[in-house]
């Protein structure tokens, strides 16, 4: 009887930017599906301006972008200044990011009085 034993590991490789790829593509898919949601036809032929004082987040740029791009696929100007538009658009999000979770079955870092301590033993890991 032959017996085969596998052993395998993996690690996720962290970035250093302020986003990964995964969460720029899963942000740049929610963008583009909440804006799927507005109707821009209103501003066709109007001279718009976009207010992005009150847009906070790392994707602010992003966000912004495709903004002035749903605009001006609908044949609107785009204006340098709010007092030059017929319309001014205020960008604002309340929520612009990614989450994550992390698991374990397992015992947790002890320390004990003094200085020991006792390592933590993951038998099982769950990230997400």
Same mark, same amino acid.
């Given at each position: 009887?032959?017996?085969?034993s596998?052993?395998g590991?993996?690690?996720t490789?962290?970035?250093?930017?302020?986003?990964?790829?995964?969460e720029?593509i899963?942000?740049?898919?929610?963008?583009?599906?909440?804006?799927?949601?507005?109707?821009?036809?209103? @501003?066709? *032929?109007?001279?718009?301006?976009?207010?992005?004082?009150? /847009?906070?987040c790392?994707?602010?740029?992003? =966000? +912004?972008? &495709?903004?002035?791009?749903?605009?001006?696929?609908?044949?609107?100007?785009?204006?340098?200044?709010?007092?030059?538009?017929?319309?001014?658009?205020?960008?604002?999000?309340?929520?612009?990011g990614?989450d994550s979770?992390?698991s @374990?079955? *397992?015992?947790?870092?002890i320390?004990?009085?003094?200085? /020991?301590?006792?390592?933590?033993?993951?038998? =099982? +890991?769950? &990230?997400s």
């Amino acid at each position: 009887m032959i017996v085969l034993s596998f052993v395998g590991c993996a690690s996720t490789k962290t970035s250093n930017t302020a986003r990964t790829g995964t969460e720029k593509i899963l942000i740049s898919n929610a963008v583009g599906q909440a804006l799927s949601k507005v109707d821009f036809s209103p @501003f066709r *032929g109007k001279k718009v301006f976009l207010e992005e004082k009150y /847009l906070d987040c790392v994707d602010k740029n992003y =966000v +912004t972008a &495709s903004d002035r791009h749903r605009v001006i696929r609908q044949d609107a100007t785009l204006a340098q200044k709010a007092d030059e538009a017929e319309v001014v658009i205020e960008l604002r999000s309340g929520s612009v990011g990614t989450d994550s979770s992390e698991s @374990f079955l *397992g015992v947790p870092e002890i320390t004990l009085p003094g200085m /020991l301590t006792l390592p933590e033993v993951k038998i =099982v +890991t769950k &990230s997400s």
